[in-house]
């Protein structure tokens, strides 16, 4: 039997000493010495049925932990099928380190088979893109690329391995480099005083915590500064549960395609206190269209420049030590008005509607009051992009953070499936949800196989409408007629058992929370597929588009 490559070995030794746990993957001719040396790690291969799943996995295993998910594939085809989730990664700010292999050094310098130059492909997507040019330069870039996916503003990183470096001897003293941590900094006091200044003379300021807030862990200083100084909060589709919606403070979740029910809160603020938050979440002209807002923005790095996003104080540093020292500089309590109160009610109401609505095919708000009733507090739910995802992060009540997923940079279909088999691994004590339309479901469908195979137990909800539900939707609203959108389906319940899952088929209204709550306490791979009339879209966008303001 062959000796593994030593720089194979290496490889995989640099990533045990990053804490790599999984990698998820496919081999290739060209990296064939890398997944062999895996096999006698610590890291556990997960073979998957494409890159684009292996992608998505790295990524939602990324978020999840904070720490870079790895996603490898060989060169060419393979390395392209991961671009997807890469750039998903990037823009979602999600730690990934994507590794392919490349034809050897021999020949990527002319016209050969397979040769595309993939660095350059990953470059726009990525913080960073290089190629191994040497087996000694092994240590430094792998050290290079964990570090680089996981400082703030944390995203992707590739980097591609020609196979004769892959395969070359290398000295026996060449090593990993340790690992180094970048600390994060105490906020200028100049800066906190200038932000207090403007809190000092603010009439009705109002908070908006992003997904950085929940990456920098700082949901429970967020909720101490909001208590200090008497603060609505409301957060971006990617930061819900880090501000509790059962908070008497909590405003909900602001992302919708219209004039939503939050957004009445933004309309009468004058000042905005932005914590981790990033403009590709939520664009600010929804929150502040007249430019007219002064904004203190709280993060760990400098905001994007953006017209109306007109930044007056930049506080940068750690997000929780931040919003603990500016609390402290503030020596007034704001009073509460009676907006946030009839917008925490109206949100109710509409999810107390849902539970009583007992129409089949099923109304959206009814399977989002089922999935409520049926998760626990910290389980955790990925919201699919396309209708799905529209219900769930306007209505879905979420009380922790990174318990309710969606892809709200790059807004990526095809993610949940994947993601929730990554969920599971990164939580395996957890139960796990994938709600995706059927669009959505078939696009990455097939990782089905690796989650039975893999013994990863999750539940796919699919959301039967036999269309693509929000493009319908915005064609309806924009153009008030529809077209190209309609498909056929398989049946679902064969589909699952066909790959060893277990499938079920709603029928009625009442079915579905009982089949839920069985669903997730097998410890099996499962596929629940409820008919869903879409019919509701129409009459929300219509609904809110009636609401006006004050409150």
């Known amino acids: 039997m062959a000796r593994q490559a030593d720089a194979a070995r290496l490889i995989v030794q640099a990533l045990e000493a990053e804490g790599v746990e999984y990698v998820f993957g496919i081999p ?19 073979l998957v049925r494409h890159e684009q799943g292996a992608a998505f996995m790295a990524e939602i295993y990324g978020r999840l932990t904070g720490r870079a998910g790895v996603a490898s594939a060989t060169l060419g085809p393979g390395a392209i099928n991961l671009q997807l989730g890469v750039a998903d990664a990037t823009t979602n700010s999600t730690p990934v380190v994507a590794i392919t292999a490349q034809v050897g050094l021999d020949r990527i310098y002319k016209e050969s088979h397979q040769v595309v130059d993939l660095v350059s492909l990953f470059r726009p997507i990525t913080k960073w893109a290089e190629l191994a040019p040497s087996p000694q330069a092994l240590p430094e870039m792998i050290r290079k690329a964990f570090k680089t996916a996981q400082t703030e503003r944390p995203g992707a990183v590739y980097l591609a ?19 180094n941590r970048v600390r994060p900094q105490d906020p200028s006091p100049a800066q906190i005083a200038r932000a207090a200044d403007v809190l000092a003379t603010a009439q009705r300021p109002i908070v908006l915590a992003g997904h950085g807030a929940t990456r920098a862990g700082a949901s429970a200083a967020l909720v101490r500064f909001s208590e200090r100084l008497g603060l609505p909060v409301a957060t971006t589709f990617n930061g819900k549960g880090v501000f509790p919606d059962d908070h008497r403070h ?14 009445f809160g933004f309309d009468e603020a004058d000042v905005l206190i932005t914590v981790g938050y990033e ?41 929780s030590r931040s919003l603990h020292t500016l609390g402290d500089a503030v020596h007034r309590r704001f009073e509460l008005n009676g907006t946030g109160e009839r917008i925490r009610r109206m949100v109710r109401e509409e999810l107390e509607q849902g539970r009583s609505e007992d129409g089949f095919p099923m109304s959206p708000r009814r399977v989002v009051a089922d999935i409520r009733a049926a998760m626990g507090r910290d389980d955790i739910v990925l919201a699919d992009t396309g209708a799905v995802k529209m219900w769930m992060a306007r209505m879905y009540p979420t009380y922790e953070p990174n318990t309710m997923l969606v892809s709200n940079g790059l807004s990526s279909m095809g993610f949940s499936v994947p993601g929730a088999l990554a969920a599971k691994l990164a939580f395996p004590r957890r139960r796990v949800l994938a709600a995706t339309g059927d669009g959505a479901f078939l696009m990455n469908s097939q990782e089905l196989e690796t989650a039975v195979r893999e013994r990863v137990p999750f539940v796919v909800l699919v959301w039967v409408d036999d269309a693509y539900g929000l493009i319908e939707w915005k064609m309806d609203l924009e153009l008030g007629r529809n077209s190209n ?22 029928t009625n209204a009442d079915e579905l929370l009982p089949t839920l709550r069985k669903a997730l306490a097998d ?8 008919p869903v009339d879409y019919s509701a879209n129409l009459e929300l966008t219509s609904k809110l588009g009636d609401l006006t303001g004050p409150f």
């Open 279 to 319: 403009l590709q979440e939520f664009d600010p002209v929804k929150i502040n269209p007249h430019r007219d807002k002064r904004i203190i923005h709280v993060h760990q790095f400098p905001a994007e420049v953006d017209d109306h996003y007109p930044v007056a104080v930049g506080v940068q540093g750690d997000i």
């Open 250 to 263: 909590a405003l909900g979740a602001v992302g919708f395609m219209r004039h939503d029910y939050v957004n």
């Open 161 to 179: 391995i020609p196979e004769d470096v892959e395969a070359a001897e290398v000295p026996a003293d060449l090593r990993p480099l340790p690992v």
């Open 28 to 46: 290739g001719e060209e990296n064939i010495h890398f997944v062999d040396a895996l096999k006698d790690s610590s890291i556990r291969y997960v």
């Open 523 to 530: 410890d099996v791979v499962s596929v629940i597929a409820v």
């Open 485 to 506: 959108i309609a498909f056929g389906n398989p049946d679902f319940v064969k589909y699952a058992e066909s790959f060893g899952a277990r499938g079920y088929r709603i």
